[in-house]
T-cell receptor, first 117, second 114 residues
Framework: AQKVTQAQTEISVVEKEDVTLDCVYETRDTTYYLFWYKQPPSGELVFLIRRNSFDEQNEISGRYSWNFQKSTSSFNFTITASQVVDSAVYFC??????????????FGTGTQLKVEL | EPEVTQTPSHQVTQMGQEVILRCVPISNHLYFYWYRQILGQKVEFLVSFYNNEISEKSEIFDDQFSVERPDGSNFTLKIRSTKLEDSAMYFCASQMTGLRETQYFGPGTRLLVL
């Protein structure tokens, strides 16, 4: 069965600090996709990134970067120079293909990030 | 940019009542989903819907739940007889194809069962 573990329940940092959110996954699929979503206090789920299992290049988007390591089954997310607006719950998710088509996401339990002034 | 919309944003109901949560997926998307998030917990898959039928459902999605795409634009989740433990945020998501695409989520409906 698919599983996503986000061991960090809550992280507090001071603005401008860098912060890394950990994600470890388990899957028997040879091809899979990993995702990060942000859930701000307003509650919606905002898509941040999708990464497939055969592309291990790290990705950077502005202050966000992602480190995918297949050897350790990890897909960690770093925010550089954090800002108060980054305060949110961040979910890592693993995609599982469904036999009937489509796919479903298995989410981790989320990491609550608090960025303080 | 197209987005998934959901109505209502909040719903309060009495235990035992029926509720219908509505979603308008992105127009050229083919796969539709409902997820649930009990307060403070992770997001859980409920059901996926493709080609006018359920393609998979979780064990949470029991006989009290049903989904429908009545008119080619709306996608609804009905809970026939709500229980206290149905209180949660319900997210609709849609996806263009089944292979490589991303699921895009609506803003959610917060359901409170009293």
């Amino acid at each position: 069965a698919q599983k996503v573990t986000q061991a960090q329940t809550e992280i507090s940092v001071v603005e401008k600090e860098d912060v890394t959110l950990d994600c470890v996954y388990e899957t028997r699929d040879t091809t899979y996709y990993l995702f990060w979503y942000k859930q701000p206090p307003s509650g919606e789920l905002v898509f941040l990134i999708r990464r497939n299992s055969f592309d291990e290049q790290n990705e950077i988007s502005g202050r966000y970067s992602w480190n995918f390591q297949k050897s350790t089954s990890s897909f960690n997310f770093t925010i550089t120079a954090s800002q108060v607006v980054d305060s949110a719950v961040y979910f890592c998710a693993l995609r599982e293909l469904l036999t009937g088509g489509g796919n479903k996401l298995t989410f981790g339990t989320g990491t609550q990030l608090k960025v303080e002034l | 940019e197209p987005e998934v919309t959901q109505t209502p944003s909040h719903q309060v109901t009495q235990m035992g009542q029926e509720v219908i949560l509505r979603c308008v997926p992105i127009s050229n998307h083919l796969y539709f989903y409902w997820y649930r998030q009990i307060l403070g917990q992770k997001v859980e898959f409920l059901v996926s819907f493709y080609n006018n039928e359920i393609s998979e459902k979780s064990e949470i999605f029991d006989d009290q739940f049903s989904v429908e795409r009545p008119d080619g634009s709306n996608f609804t989740l009905k809970i026939r007889s709500t229980k206290l433990e149905d209180s949660a945020m319900y997210f609709c998501a849609s996806q263009m194809t089944g292979l490589r695409e991303t699921q895009y989520f609506g803003p959610g409906t917060r359901l409170l069962v009293l």
